[in-house]
């Protein structure tokens, strides 16, 4: 069977990303897919090269909100069908999904809100996984092989995160938050990394305070989720790329 390479990133801003390289880093990493969030742009503030892309086809979906959220699915094969939006009104609106259609699987950019700024967040954060959670069960039930990767904002277990105790009443690793993700493995989605990756303590995103980068005080919260019909190869996390606070995340999958 044919071998997929797809990657996931935060941008943190594609704009930012690409002022540290990020087309230099596109043209080394040369993945199949490329799933980006946080994109943070729109076709007026977005470098033509960026948003129409030699080599790929590519989709965006920027958040109604300038300058903020936003997601975009970039694909080598230039003869696909994009998918923007889940169905929910402010998610849409916040431009949080954007999925690509390829002949032998699906694959969707997914970004999660994050809850860290105070509660009126972390309400819309579990608002929106209540809504994720049957649309990706809708996803298992279509029988096509799918990926939906992307920043979940959520670390699963203390082997995704440097320091799981201090962190269990915080965002991004409260029990509720771990609690839905293990709904995800009970319901048939694999966690890519964790599966190709069983005892690595590696992780995905770090603060810009306190050195915490440097020292790999980190949490894995940019995730790759495979459904059943998807047989995967290897994954690993692309710590040095140094693109933006998080690294890229690399899933090589075979697809009938």
Known sequence: MPRLTVTTLNVNGIRSAERRGFSAWLERAKPDVLCLQEVRADEETTPPELWKPANYAARFFPAEKKGYSGTAVWSKRKT????????????????????????????????????????????????YM????????????????????????????????????????NSGFL????????????????????????????????????????????????????????TLVSSMIEREANLSDHAPVHVVVEVP
């Open 80 to 127: 696909v069908k994009f998918t923007v939006g889940t169905g929910h009104a402010r998610g849409d609106g916040e431009g949080r999904a954007v999925g690509v259609h390829l002949p032998g699987i699906d694959v969707w950019s997914l970004y999660m809100p994050s809850g860290s700024s105070g509660p009126d967040r972390q309400a819309w954060k579990f608002q």
């Open 175 to 230: 029990p509720e938050e771990r609690r839905w993700l293990d709904t995800l493995v009970a319901r048939g989605w694999r966690d890519a990394f964790r599966l190709t990756n069983p005892s690595s303590q590696a992780y995905s995103w770090w603060s810009q305070r306190g050195q915490a980068r440097a020292k790999d005080v980190g949490w894995r919260i940019d995730h790759a989720w495979v459904s059943p019909g998807v």
């Open 130 to 169: 209540e809504h994720v959670l049957p649309w990706l069960d809708t996803l298992l039930a279509s029988g096509r092989p799918t990926m939906v990767c992307g920043d979940i904002n959520i670390a699963h277990t203390p082997m995704d995160i440097k320091n799981a105790k201090p962190n269990e009443k």
